[in-house]
C-alpha cells in the first residue's frame, strides 16, 4: 500500500443551473491573455449536444486516451512510437476551428463612426488576425441545444441510440436536457502525462494536482492530443501548452478554486482523497466492466487506522487526513456510491466525479385537461391552451424510471461506459432519498412505500437524511473542505530557512552566503 | 589564399562556433522559456503536413549524412568502394535532399499565403527559409556537378573540419574546391551561428529521454519518506528531494 492524498471533485449535476458563472471566474482569472483567449480551462456543455472542441468524446477523430491491446494499455494517439514519429508533424492535433477563432467587437465604431443614415455596428474582428471575421462558432455555440436538435443528433453519445429512440428524444413537448460542466480532472492515470516527450507535465504528489511546467514544455503539443477531455490547451502565442491549475494557489492556501467557489448553483463538492498509488496501473487496465468498481476499490477508507498508519508514513500530513474523513467526496463517491467518473472508458481514472442528473428523467410529460383549471384563472390572465403537464409527482415506485424520457443508454455512454444497471443503481438511489423526503416533508407518501423505496435502493433513513443534507443545504465548509498545503515543511526540505532570515528584512536585499 | 578564402574557411567557422556555444548557453540559461520551435500547427493544420514532414525527414537524413562522414570517414570510403553502393547511398541522399527542398517550399508558401499565420511570423522566420533554401539549392548543385560527393566530403572536408576543431585550420585542399563548395561551407556556419537566436534551437532538444522514462511523472515538494520521522536529522546541509 503507497498511500497518497489527491484533491478531488463532485459535481452535482441534477443542481447545474448552465449560467456559466464558473467558466467566467476562471477566464477572468486565468484565460483572459494573448493566445489563451479560446481556452476554457472550465466549460459548461448541454448535453445531449457536440460540446468542445466539437465533439470531443469521438476519440475515432481526436485519438485521445488510453485503449487496452493484448491485455496492456497504450495511448491511442501518442506514447513513445507514435509520440517521436509524429513529432515533425501530429496528424491528430485539434486545430483553432475545432474550438472557435477568439473574437471581440470594434466597439468604438458605434461612438467614432461618422453621421449617416444607418445605424453604426460593431463589427467582430479576429483576436489573432485582428481582421474582421463572421463569426461561425463560439465557446458554448449549442448552449441549450442551440436552437436546433442538430447539435444534440451529433452527439458522440448517440452512437448505439436507435434512430426510433432518437425521434422519441426529439420531441418538442418532451425534450430534455442537462448541463456538463467540466475541467481538468486532475487524473490518476492522466494521459498528458505520459505522453509529453519533454516530461514537462507532472502529478503533484502532495495533492494530486497536474500540471504543465512552462519553462519544460517544448510545444511538441501531444498532451493536447492524449488528453480524451480535451482539457490541454496550446497556446499559439507563447508556444506552450497550458491546462487548468486547480487554482492551486488557492488550494495551498485552504481555499476553494475561482469556479467551485463562485458556482451559482453550488453544485460543486472538493475534498481528499486518499488512495493506494501502488494500483493505479491495474486498476487502468481492467476490463471495460470493472473499470468503474476497480477505480473506486484503490480510494482508501480514511478511517482505517492501517491506511492512516501508511499515510502518515508516506508523509501525508495529520491535517490531510483529518480533512480526508471529513471528505464530502468520500461521502458521495465512496460511501453512498452515488457519483462517477465522466467516460470511464478513457482508462485515465479522473478524478472529478459527476451525480447523475434525475430531473430529465424523473419529470414526464402527459397530455391532460386542463378546461377545469383554466375556468378558474381570472379572465385578465394569460392562458396558455396546450394541454401538457410536466409531472413530477412520485405516485408510482419506479415507474418514472421506467418511462424516462432520457434513453438510460445515453447517461451510461457518458458516466459508466454503456453499464445501465450502474447508472439505475444510482438513479434509485437518488429517487429514494426524494420519496423519503417527501414523506417527511410533505406527508403524502405512506410510510410503508417510503421505507420500502429505501431498502429497494440499498438506504436507510439516516444515509438519506444525510445524503439530502449534503445535496440541499450544505455550508460553504461542508462543500469544500481543504487542508492547507504545508509549503513550510515543504521548504524546509529544501532550503535551510535560517539561511534565508534577514535577507529581505533591515538592511540587506541580496543573498548574505558569500562565495567570493 | 586570399582575404575572402581565410575569412570564409577560418574567420567564419570560429566566430560561428564561439557564438553558437555562448548563444545557446545564454539562451538555454536566461531564456529557457523560448527554447522551442513556436509550433503553428494549431492555427493551420493541413498545409504545414506538406511542408513540415518532407522538410524534415530530409534535413534529418542529409545531415546524419553529413555527420556520419564527418565522424567515421573510413568507413563512408570502405562502403563508397563498390559502385553499387555508392550510388545507392548518393541517389537516396539526392533524393532526401530534393524532399527537404519540396518540403521548404511549401513551407514558405504556406507561410506567407495563410493569413492567421502572419501574428506568429517574424523576420527570423524569413532569414531561416533563405538560408535553408541557399544551403539546400547549393547542396543539390554540389552533388549533381562534383560527383561523389560522399567519397571527397571523406577525404576532403572530414581532415579540414577535424583541423578546425583541433584548432589548426589547415585548409591547403579545401581553398582549391570551387565556389559553389565554398558556399556551402559558408551558409553552413552562418546557420550554425545563428541556431541559439532563432527557432532552431528546438533541433538542439530532441526529446529523446522520453524513450526511458517511464510513463508516469510524480514530483514531491518534501521527501515523502523523511519530512514526518522524527528520526530524520536537523541538519546545515540542504536536503536531497528525491
Ligand atoms: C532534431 C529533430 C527535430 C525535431 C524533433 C523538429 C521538430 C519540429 C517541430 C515540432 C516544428 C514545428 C512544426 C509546427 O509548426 O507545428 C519544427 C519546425 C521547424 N523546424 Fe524542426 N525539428 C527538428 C530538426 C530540425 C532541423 C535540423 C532543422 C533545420 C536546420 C529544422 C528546421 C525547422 C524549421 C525551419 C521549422 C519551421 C517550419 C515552419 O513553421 O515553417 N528542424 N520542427
Ligand atoms: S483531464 Fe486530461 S489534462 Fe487533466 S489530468 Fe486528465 S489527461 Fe491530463
Ligand atoms: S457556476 Fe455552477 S451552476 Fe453555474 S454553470 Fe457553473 S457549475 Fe453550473
New interface residues.
Partial sequence: MDVRSQIAMVFHLDKCIGCHTCSIACKNIWTDRKGAEYMWWNNVETKPGTGYPTKWEDQDIYKGGWEKKNGSIHLKGAGKRRGLVNIFYNPNLPVIDDYYEPFTYKYLDLIESPEGDDQPTARPVSLITGKPIDIKMGPNWDDDLGGTPDYARHDPNMKNISPEEQEVMFQLEKMAFFYLPRICNHCLNPACVASCPSGAIYKRGEDGVVLINQEVCRAWRMCVTACPYKKSYYNWYTGKSEKCILCYPRIEAGLAPACMHSCVGRIRYLGVLLYDSSKIEEAASSDEKDLIKNQLNIILDPFDEKVIEAAKKNGVADSTIHAAQFSPVYKFVKQWGLALPLHPEFRTLPMLFYVPPLLPVMATVKKVDHKEQLEKVSPVAKKWNDNWLYDTSTKELWGTLDQIRFPLKYIANLLSAGDEDVIKDKWKKLMAVRIHRRRVTVGDVSHEKAEKVLKEAGLTAETADAIYALTSLPKFEERFVIPAAHREQAIEMMDFTGDTKGETGFGIKSKVKRGL | MDYLDSFILIGLPYTALALFVIGTIYRYTNR??????????????RK??YG??P???GILFVFCGHLTAFLIPSTVLTWNSQPARLMTLEISAFIFAISMLIGLINLVIRRYTT??L???TNKMDLVIYVLLILQTVAGLWIAYNFRWGSSWFSTLLTPYLYSIFKLQPDTAAVVLLPWSVKLHIATAFIIIAIIPFSRLV?LL?L?L???W?P??????????????SSKTPWS????K?T
Fill in positions: 529557457k522559456f523560448q527554447f522551442s520551435s513556436l509550433s503553428s500547427e494549431f492555427l493551420e493544420g504545414l503536413f513540415s514532414v522538410f524534415h525527414w493569413s492567421r502572419s501574428p506568429v528546438h532538444v526529446p529521454n522520453y524513450l522514462r510513463y508516469q511523472q510524480v514530483m514531491w515538494y518534501w521527501d515523502k519518506n523523511k519530512v514526518r546545515l546541509q540542504r536536503p528531494n
